[in-house]
């Protein structure tokens, strides 16, 4: 098993910056692959950005230049940097963690205020 844990959402203004964390225990020798996704109110979960092991990065366009993933294999924790935030940012934060199948965390929420 897997457990998975973030911290870091809050509300910041438009044009801000956080950083969220999400620290995974367990059977971590397992999981390859870490990663964000975000569900605003009334859309489906989609994936922000992912990290493999050997550090291989992706992201969606709309985060692009703005959002940066990053992964301390030393701590277990995968970190998302989020910058030049906007209100269409505003989500649950789900950070995941892939091994045979995909393990979530409980979500932290994110919003941008105009």
């Known amino acids: 098993q897997v457990q998975l844990v973030e911290s870091g959402g809050g509300l910041v203004q438009a044009g801000g910056s956080l950083r969220l964390s999400c620290a995974a225990s367990?059977?971590?020798?397992?999981?390859?692959?870490m990663g964000w996704y975000r569900q605003a109110p009334g859309k489906q979960r989609d994936l922000v950005a992912s990290i493999t092991s050997s550090g291989n990065t992706n992201y969606a366009d709309s985060v692009k230049g703005r959002f940066t993933i990053s992964r301390d294999n030393s701590k277990n924790t995968v970190y998302l940097q989020m910058n030049s935030l906007r209100p269409e940012d505003t989500a649950v934060y789900y950070c995941?963690?892939?091994?045979?199948?995909?393990?979530w965390g409980q979500g932290t929420q994110v919003t941008v205020s105009s």
């Open positions: 367990g059977s971590i020798f397992s999981i390859n692959t």
């Open positions: 995941y963690g892939l091994t045979i199948g995909y393990h």
